[in-house]
């Protein structure tokens, strides 16, 4: 089974920015889709952004314009690059991975995550 590991979170000011990285212990390329999730106190977990095995890219309306989703193959890892941070982006982000089965099936990933908190 592969491990994710977060890394990279932490308290940064309004309009700053953190590039998160989420290490798999094993290579990423047989997974189909690859995301970022967050979960801000008192709320549901939320799709970030999300990337697939051919490169597209998906990301939620709030981020869009400041955070960017990518991929490296070679490191088996998945980043995270948050840009103009407001604090409403303030949550713990959760990295998933997920594998479509040859049943159908789904196989799910997630990493333990790592705070972000945007505050002056």
């Known amino acids: 089974q592969v491990q994710l590991v977060e890394s990279g979170g932490g308290l940064v000011q309004p309009g700053g920015s953190l590039k998160l990285s989420c290490a798999a212990s094993?290579?990423?390329?047989?997974?189909?889709?690859m995301g970022w999730y967050r979960q801000a106190p008192g709320k549901q977990r939320e799709l970030v952004a999300a990337?697939?095995?051919?490169?597209?890219?998906n990301y939620a309306d709030s981020v869009k314009g400041r955070f960017t989703i990518s991929r490296d193959n070679a490191k088996n890892t998945v980043y995270l690059q948050m840009n103009s941070l407001k604090p409403e982006d303030t949550a713990v982000y959760y990295c998933?991975?997920?594998?479509?089965?040859?049943?159908?099936?789904?196989?799910?990933?997630w990493g333990q995550g790592t705070p972000v908190t945007v505050s002056s």
């Open positions: 094993g290579s990423i390329l047989t997974f189909n889709v």
């Open positions: 998933k991975l997920v594998r479509v089965l040859t049943t159908g099936r789904l196989l799910e990933v």
């Open positions: 990337i697939t095995s051919g490169g597209s890219t």
